[in-house]
């Protein structure tokens, strides 16, 4: 089995690789090509994920290169972790909403549309070459902001799913607050990429007991801790949001708090300069503490699982990703791409049946989808009005002035990045 990793020069890389590693009874690679442009932070990778393989006793062969076409050839997989401009249009992105009394976050608001514009192109153009080497390859899609970017991919007839560490990260927490294990715990996950609720955390599978409101009554207080947000919020939800709504159910307060600290941008750069540093170390042969204050926690196991899943000998698993809604929520299009437990096989992810929502919920997501409609085609077709448009479309901007602003700001900071500007 032959995997490649687009951005394999990442910083993040070293955690799949480790995941690769303990876990590779579940996934046995044969072959690991990390490919990136970025050749000095790609060797220094590259040699920790050699290490890394060596001391676990995993046979597989790891290699690098820039060359994509070649790196992509006869991959049954395809993983794609990119930041088009880097943590430079990152900074960018976290700052000048800022000025428009907006959030700067690089997934949602203003910031995420800047970020989809810059990375929609990219990653179609990698699909058709690999889709030109293998058209039996998966796309697994880690790069923000995922939903659009899956979208994107399943419009242009790629076969790709998109994943995130939201749902993983919740199944485990859980799991250590109820005293069982990760695989005790079925989520009642449901949304958008970044735009999730947990309605449901039931023991053993899908139609287990339901330890929800017995979680928020015992531990409320520190979930809440963990998301930034009042107890009250959970408690007269009757669920648990994820981290990503703070954005939404607090925006002003965020902003306040965004004027007077560092951005996580810069803070995120100082830490990818430190972790180069130990990666270079010829001594170092695991992944260093310090990544887990890199973010992304729980992703490789995630990765693998879904992996081993959609190129497995044709049995199924359960797990969150983003896919095709094709009907399980009846008020968004058949196209959309949503959020939820699917079960997951050789042939994809199947979404599983999901209740009706309420509208409290079902409103948002609805909004948000229409939002990324717009981004979408802005993404694909380019043009300040269409921009403009996904923007007033936005529910944390939705004002026309606002829109305004932020389509000036956007564009003049992304000029280097979209062809059409």
């Not at 062969?61 to 820039?66: E, N, P």
């Not at 997934?107 to 192109?121: E, F, N, Q, S, Y």
């Not at 799913?161 to 485990?172: D, E, M, S, Y």
């Not at 830490?271 to 130990?278: A, F, I, N, S, V």
Request: with cysteine.
């Amino acid at each position: 089995m032959k995997l490649a990793v687009v951005g394999g020069g990442s910083t993040y890389t070293p955690e799949l690789i480790d995941g690769f590693a303990r876990l590779r009874d579940s996934l046995p690679i044969s072959e690991l090509v990390l490919i990136d442009p970025a050749a000095e932070r790609l060797e220094l990778i590259g040699g920790l994920a050699r290490r890394i393989f060596a001391k676990q006793g995993h046979p597989g062969l790891i290699t690098t290169t820039s060359d994509l076409d070649a790196g992509v050839a006869d991959a049954d997989a395809v993983l794609l972790q990119l930041r088009i401009g880097g943590q430079a249009a990152r900074l960018q992105d976290e700052t000048w909403p800022l000025e428009c009394g907006c959030v700067g976050q690089e997934t949602t608001g203003a910031g995420g549309l800047a970020k989809a514009l810059r990375t929609v192109p990219v990653v179609l153009d990698i699909a058709e070459r690999v889709r030109r080497s293998n058209p039996d390859a998966w796309i697994i899609d880690f790069t923000n902001p995922v939903g659009i970017v899956t979208r994107a991919l399943l419009q242009a007839g790629h076969k790709a799913v998109g994943l995130c560490n939201v749902a993983i990260g919740f199944q485990r927490r859980f799991a250590a607050m109820l005293d069982l294990t990760p695989a005790d715990i079925h989520l009642d996950h449901v949304g958008l990429n970044h735009l999730t609720w947990e309605l449901g955390v039931r023991k053993g599978g899908p139609e287990g007991e339901n330890l929800l409101p017995q979680l928020i009554a015992q531990h409320g207080d520190s979930i809440a801790g963990d998301l930034r947000l009042p107890r009250r919020v959970l408690d007269r939800l009757g669920v648990v949001p994820s981290y990503y709504l703070r954005y939404f159910y607090a925006h002003d307060e965020v902003v306040r708090e965004l004027g007077t600290k560092p951005s996580r941008a810069a803070e995120v750069a100082a830490m990818e300069k430190e972790l180069l540093g130990l990666y270079g170390d010829p001594a170092l042969d695991e992944k260093p503490e310090l990544l887990a204050k890199r973010g992304g926690a729980f992703y490789s196991e995630a990765a693998v699982d879904l992996a081993a899943a959609l190129l497995g000998d044709g049995g199924s698993a359960l797990q969150v990703v983003n896919t095709l809604n094709n009907g399980t929520l009846p008020f968004l299009p058949d196209d959309a791409v949503i959020e939820v437990q699917a079960r997951v096989d050789r042939s994809g992810p199947t979404p599983l049946a999901v209740p009706r929502l309420d509208p409290l919920f079902a409103g948002l997501i609805a909004n948000v989808t229409a939002y990324e409609d717009l981004a979408l085609d802005a993404a694909l077709r380019g043009g300040r009005e269409r921009v403009f448009k996904a923007l007033l479309a936005h529910p944390l901007v939705g004002q026309f002035e606002l829109a305004e602003g932020l389509t000036d700001r956007l564009l003049a900071h992304n000029k280097e990045h979209l062809a059409w500007a």
